[in-house]
Each structure stands twice: as structure tokens, then as C-alpha cells.
């Protein structure tokens, strides 16, 4: 089995389940030369509906020898039984990966059962593939073929690329405009894109200023709640055209479950005064539907109220990619960001478990660079009142990763993060409170792809490199709707930010209202 860096337990003392586990997961039939058993044959009795691929396919978490391949099936996504439309029998889909576009060299090809009890999604981890290759991967279930996918896999452990290409994304709320910002990420070709939250969400405020189709359903409380709302997101052509053309590595924050959560506690909406108990019946729903509906491996799959999300990526020797869960094993949010209970060495961001394994491969990873991908802003804002929902609200927690990077301060540390709806680009201090300590990384904040940052429709652009005498460490700020770009070598990591002229028509420009980089051999961020 291949080496996936993935942690060795969910919360402590409960051992993680093995990468290939079949039994009650999505079908997983890999099968080097395609056959097909008796049990999973494709029959003819049972015609699979038209437009049964509506909802397009994805690829996600690349290794060096694998990369998972993704699709479901839904020629009906928005009903609201969350059936996507499919009768309750499972369907054979055969899937197959060449190495080029018109699969005259199929590599791998095989046989999944897409079953309604997930929602008829197929989750094929494609084993066997060459270190640092475009492939190509399609399904067929019945005689409807799916649209072409494009992936790739990792460098191989040893070597070190040239060159790298990311970009991040994050809140994109469905009803607060178009996803323009994917149709100009898909002109920029980038290797991998990290997700960093708020896919979806799970309360709808309503029709947006630009006449995106309006579900009846409220705040998400059913598994078919969370299935129709997710689809929905998944109808957008723009977000369907990058997941195909570049594989993700998604985690999730808030709003795919409730807003503001933390642990088993919501935090607002209707279910805001839900028990423990009845908020992890709900935290099971949502994490199924959102597993159904993203390229995650079988150890990925929930098991109840609980899902492995924190895991590792790498990029040969140029790049570690921790990708963290700040929501599930997090103390519940403080009042106030200055208040003593914020500095509580006993509050945790990241649960003990999740915590230890960053620290360890902080203090012992080789790879030129050394990613956090997370959700909320790690570098200090504080102002007084703000409730503690960043990592600010956890100054202790932060505090012990920040020493873990000083230790090795030329390690290549970036944080990357969304959430705030705005752009933002901080160098990581040893210590806030010291100006003057040695800068140990830096942090790149990334807009939102349409969730509104308080202004009705398109708000005007700014882009500001004036320290804040508040936040000296702050070294940019802006606004717009938008993503991050990242072109990465074994000395430099350059962060390009990218704006969309307009979320409220189907289509825009986009243009860099910023560029900053950073030097492996000298931490801190600068301008051009």
C-alpha cells in the first residue's frame, strides 16, 4: 500500500481504518485490467437516466503514484429528496485513466458500484500511476459517457521540480454571484488547487442580487438538505470546468455543516441551542454529503459524527502541504479576543492529536517548503470585543506552532487561509507582542469566490501595502471577490492576487490587484 502521510489515529485512541476499506464505503472496484465480476457487470434491465453525469468529476489529493478520480450520479441534482434523481439500485461505472486525451493509451481502468446509499458517488483511488504525469479519466454508466477529466500526479519523493503552480479558493456562497473567479483560475492551469472552506452553505439567506435559482430549504437539518444544497454549488459550469481540469485538495470550515461551530457545539442558526447529542447527529449528515460529493480517499469516508480530514500532502522534496481541520476537535470560541480565557494554555485549535502530528513533521520535514492550508487567519488581529472564532481566539495553541517554527526558521514556513471574505498577507512573528522577534514565515489570506464581504453585489477593489500601525506584521490588505495564485520554486514563493471584474453576470475578466513574495533563505514578505 502506498504511503499517504495520512494521520494514525481520528481522535485519540481510536486507530484509522485502512486506505482500501470496502466494506460499507463507495464501491471502491480498482482492477488493473477493467474486468468486471458477475456482481458488478453492467446490466441493460436497468437504463441509467439521461444527464446521469450532470454534476461533471473531479480528482483530488495526488500522490506520487495515485490520485482519487471522483463523479456521481444525478441527472435530476436539485431534487429535493436528495436522490439527484437516480432509482434506489446500485449502477456498475466503469471508469478508465490514459495518458492522453483521446485514451488511446489507457493506463488503468476498472469497475465502481455507485450506490444510493451514497448518493450514487464513486470514489475510485487509481493505484499504479507514473510520479509527475498528466492523465486523463472518464466514467460511463450505462451508454452515457461522462465528461473528460484532467489530473496529475506528485513528483516523486526524491526530486526536486523547478517549479509549482497552486491556487486557493475559498467561501462561495451559491446565491451571492457567479463563479467567475474559477473561469479565470482555469486560464491560469495551476497543479493543484487547495479549497480551504466554506464550499457550500448550509443556511440560505435568500435570492442573491443576481437571480441564482432560489432553493426552498432553509438552513440544511437532513442528509437530503445538505445533498441538494451541495449540488447545487456543483451545477455551476465554471466550478464543474476546474474541477475537471486540475485536481483539488479540499477541507472544509463552518457553514458545510453550521455556522461558527466548534466541536459539537453550534454556534448560530436555528439549531444554535441543539444538545451535543443531537449537533453530532447532524455533524454525521453533513459530513456524509460532503464526502459524497468531493474526491476523498475511503479513509476520508465519516464514521458517524466524526471524519479524518487533517492530512499530508507532497510535493517531492519541494513542498509539504498539511491540510488541517480547525472545526471538529476545536474548545468552543471565547467572547472576547482579550480576554483572559483567550490565552488559556489548555484551549485547543487542533485538537492533541492533530496538533502533535503537525508539530512533528514541522520539526523534522526536509522538503524546501513547509504549507499549512487551513481555514481561518492565523497571524494576530486582535481588537477588543471581536469573538474568538480565528486563531486569535487561541493565542496559546497558536503560540506553540509559531515556537515549533522558530526552531527551524528557514524551513520555508506559509500559512495559507480564508474565511474573512477579504485579502490579506501577514509575516508570522515569533512573538506578536515583540514587533522586533525574528519573522519564522508568512501567511497569504485569500479572498472570497462570491460570498459578499458586506456590500450588496460587486464592491470596489482596494488593494493597500501600508503596514496598519495596529498590525505592523500586516504587509497587504484588500478587497474584491477572487483567489490566490501561488508560483512556487525551490528559492521563491511569489503570491499573485487575482480579482473578477463581476460576480453578478456569468462571465468576467480578472486582472492581479497584488503580487508579493517571500525567500526560502529569508522569511518575510515583499513586494513585486
Known sequence: MAHTDEPSDRRPGVARRSLLQAAGAAALVLSPAGAATAATRPSRRDPVPDG??????ASGDPLADRVVIWTRLAPDPLRLDGTGGMPPAAVPVRWEVAEDERFGRTVRRGVALARAEDAHSVHVDVAGLRPGRVYFYRFRAGDQVSPTGRTRT????????????????????????????????LRDEPDLVLHLGDYFYE????????????LPLGECFSLADYRVRIAQVRTDPHLRAIHAAAPFAVTFDDHEVSGNYAGDIPETGAGAGASPEEFRARKALAYKSYWEHMPLRAAQRPRGPEILMYRRLRWGRLATVNLLDTRQYRSDQVADVESPEAYDPERTMLGSAQERWLVGDLLTSRTRWNVLAQQVPFFETPRVG?????????????GRLLAAMARR???????????IHSNRAADLKADFDAPSSPTVGVEFTGTSITSSGGVVGDEPVTAVYDPDPAVP???????GRGYVTFAVTPESWRADYRIVG????????????????????RPGLRHG
Open 386 to 398: 471581536t469573538p474568538g472564532d480565528k486563531w486569535d481566539g487561541y493565542r496559546a495553541a497558536r
Open 52 to 57: 446521469a453525469f450532470a454534476l461533471g468529476v
Open 203 to 214: 443556511k440560505d439567506n435568500g435570492p442573491g442580487p443576481v437571480g441564482r435559482q432560489h
Open 473 to 479: 506584521h500586516m504587509r497587504f490588505r484588500g478587497t
Open 154 to 185: 506528485a513528483p516523486a519523493p526524491g526530486t526536486l521540480p523547478a517549479s509549482w503552480s497552486v491556487a486557493i479558493a475559498s467561501c462561495q456562497r451559491f446565491t451571492d454571484g457567479y463563479y467567475t473567479a474559477y473561469e479565470a483560475m
Open 502 to 521: 463581476t460576480v453578478l453576470r456569468p462571465t468576467s475578466s480578472a486582472s492581479t490587484v497584488a503580487t508579493l513574495t517571500t525567500s526560502h533563505e
Open 409 to 419: 526558521p528557514h524551513a520555508g514556513h506559509v500559512v495559507l487561509s480564508g474565511d
